[in-house]
């Protein structure tokens, strides 16, 4: 009869390599830290400078910071684990914030929990459907090559203009980017988030001059550091990073546009929940509000800051901004995407 | 499979195979354990679930019943699933196609030669394996861009007036999945290369016959069988590959694998995505099964 040990050795090691492998350390028996996914490159050194830090000084918890991808990538994580994706606090949009409410897969969030929420305008915490918080508030702008503009650029129009087409970008409707720049597109016809056919129409006529179709907001710097774009859309957090480094400056356009929400969500399993509550409250105060909206260019999630005079004209800071400002449906957005992908795939073509 | 150059043929005959042997039976058959109930683990278990995610109704990220065909008949219906699905087996053939007449010029360089150049083309044949198949996507990327290399060469040859708009077009995703896959191709013909006999085309040569008939009336019928499992591998590999078609296609080419993950990410359609996912799983099977029945056909035919 032959010994059995080889195979139980076998399995016994096996059994060591999972478990070393799939182990987590999240810091439970020594102290709090929370584990914050979120974007990378630029995002993530400044999350590090102007939230990271002061809030460990301020709480004393660390904070463990990873660069997961797009926002509907973290979602997807959290979804395809069922709310318990192995970190604390996700940063994504509030299109994530109502698809996790439908799934029931996000922490509710309410005043109680989160008390600076109670400061945040109402159309803003519209948005956040119970399962999430508003941290930031992005538009989309026309970014341009100041050379080839003599006058900054005030219309949307410009980028079918022939002296123009050449250099634009045709955003995939995978990136939000995209769905955004569709639906300003559309309303320049007459269309809408009900009716986007003349956008679609658009985007075909210029896909055949478009210098590129990018998917990610990343794959637009190489054409700005090269000079080779004319004039495409953007967030303006990215916008005002690359308008200090580059030949290129932003507008918003006369037609209006529309505002990206920057949000947090707590997957409903998070195994460090109040720690990410104080997380979350911590972000929206004033100071914080202040500090990130200068440090990445973006809107706080809260009125009533003072702001630059040049800052607060390129970004939204005031009520009546934030009121002028498009939030597209998200319902409308979630339901529709799929098919406005193909639609896109189609007119690109 | 024999990644090895061989020698250039002699004039010497080849010593003949000895006769069959029966294989003795194994000693340690738990030797095997391991290894099956790591593929059972790691693909079996997976593509049961796959295969239930895929006739089962999502709530939310809660699979539930019943059985039903729904995912499978609105993909089929919907004209743009059937037009990536077309795009997708073309490309894939295309790519199988160049891979193996590629790889079977090549393999022929590195089997049949006396150059000393073999050693050289075999590793540059190696060379995108030893690399991670995001970088050399990207590297085509950044040849084939307007401002690329290939577009400077094609102006300065004046060839071209302006630059082609290489990076979102079919042609990108195939160039870069046939030179991700060409060292399969050539590792598959080169192993029947080196079974074939040297001495059956010298012979063909001595009776008159041209080094181009040689070829087609002795080798190729002998390696055919390799030439079908390279066109095999590189097709079925093809048809679920994502980065190439990701990043090459630039958002323009829509495969499959890209497919599933707007279903996946962007549309959180876990349904389609999986029924999306069988589709290339039953073509790949099929093809590969069709194609191992033809190349055995084949092998008895010139046995």
């Given amino acids: 009869m032959r010994k059995p040990l080889p195979v139980v050795l076998m399995f016994g090691l096996l059994a060591i390599a999972v478990t070393a492998c799939t182990s987590t350390s999240t810091g439970d028996g020594a102290g709090d830290v929370l584990l914050v996914e979120g974007y990378g490159a630029e995002y993530q050194e400044l999350f590090e400078e102007t939230i990271a830090k002061p809030f460990t000084e301020k709480t004393g918890i660390q904070i463990q910071y990873t660069a997961g991808g797009s926002a509907s990538e973290q979602y997807a994580a959290i979804r395809a684990s069922k709310g318990n994706p192995g970190f604390d606090v996700a940063v994504m949009t509030s299109l994530e914030l109502y698809q996790g409410s439908i799934d029931k897969l996000l922490a509710e969030v309410t005043p109680e929990q989160v008390p600076e929420l109670a400061k945040m305008p109402q159309k803003l915490r519209d948005h956040t459907y119970g399962a999430g918080a508003i941290q930031e508030v992005q538009q989309v702008v026309l970014m341009y090559h100041k050379n080839a503009f003599p006058q900054p650029p005030t219309s949307w129009n410009v980028m079918w203009e022939p002296a123009y087409r050449s250099g634009t970008l045709v955003f995939n409707p995978a990136n939000v980017l995209g769905v955004y720049a569709m639906l300003n597109a559309a309303e320049l016809d007459g269309g809408g988030i009900d009716d986007t056919a003349p956008g679609f129409s658009r985007i075909a006529e210029l896909a055949e001059h478009a210098l590129a179709t990018p998917q990610a907001s990343a794959e637009a710097v190489p054409f700005m550091q090269k000079g080779t774009a004319t004039a495409f859309p953007y967030f303006d957090g990215r916008a005002a990073i690359y308008a200090q480094t580059t030949e290129y400056d932003y507008t918003v356009p006369k037609e209006g546009t529309y505002a990206l929400l920057g949000a947090l969500g707590i997957p409903a399993g998070a195994a460090h929940k109040e720690a990410a509550y104080k997380f979350v409250d911590y972000w929206l105060s004033a100071e914080v509000q202040q500090r990130w909206a200068l440090a990445y260019n973006v809107g706080p999630a809260i009125t009533g800051l003072n702001f630059p005079a040049d800052f607060a004209a390129k970004h939204i800071t005031t009520p009546e901004q934030l009121e002028k400002t498009k939030i597209a449906d998200a319902a409308k957005v979630m339901k529709n995407r799929t098919t406005w992908g193909q639609q896109w795939a189609e007119a690109v073509r | ?303």
């Fill in chain 2, 1 to 303: 499979m024999t990644v090895s150059v061989a020698r250039p043929p002699t004039r010497k005959p080849a010593r003949t195979a000895p006769a069959t042997t029966q294989a003795p039976r194994s000693s340690f058959p738990w030797l095997a354990l391991p290894a099956t109930v790591w593929v059972l683990a790691t693909f079996a278990i997976p593509t049961a679930i796959l295969l239930a995610s895929s006739v089962l109704t999502y709530d939310g990220a809660e699979l539930t019943g019943p059985l039903t065909g729904a995912n499978y008949a609105d993909l089929f219906r919907n004209s743009y699933f059937r037009s990536v699905l077309w795009d997708t087996v073309w490309m894939s053939a295309t790519v199988g196609g160049a891979c193996m007449t590629a790889g079977l010029l090549v393999a022929h360089f590195l089997v049949r030669s006396r150059s000393r150049l073999r050693t050289l083309v075999l590793l540059i044949v190696i060379s995108p394996l030893v690399s991670s198949v995001v970088v050399r996507t990207y590297g085509w990327l950044v040849l084939l861009q307007d401002d690329g290399l290939v577009n400077k060469v094609l102006l300065t040859a004046g060839l071209i007036d302006s630059p082609l708009p290489l990076v979102g077009s079919r042609f990108a995703v195939i160039l870069g999945l046939v030179h991700v896959l060409l060292p399969y191709a050539v590792f598959t013909a080169m192993s029947s290369l080196q079974s074939v006999d040297p001495s059956l085309e010298l012979a063909s040569r001595d009776l008159g016959a041209g080094p181009v008939t040689t070829f087609f009336r002795i080798t190729l019928p002998l390696i055919r069988p390799g030439l079908i499992a390279g066109f095999t591998l590189t097709f079925a590999i093809s048809l679920g590959a994502y980065a190439s078609a990701a990043v090459l296609g630039g958002g323009r080419v829509q495969t499959l694998a890209t497919l599933v993950r707007d279903r996946m990410v962007v549309s959180l359609e876990w349904g389609q995505a999986a029924a999306i996912s069988v589709v290339i799983l039953v073509i790949g099977a099929v093809t590969v099964s069709a194609l191992l029945l033809a190349g055995r056909r084949s092998q008895a035919g010139v046995g």
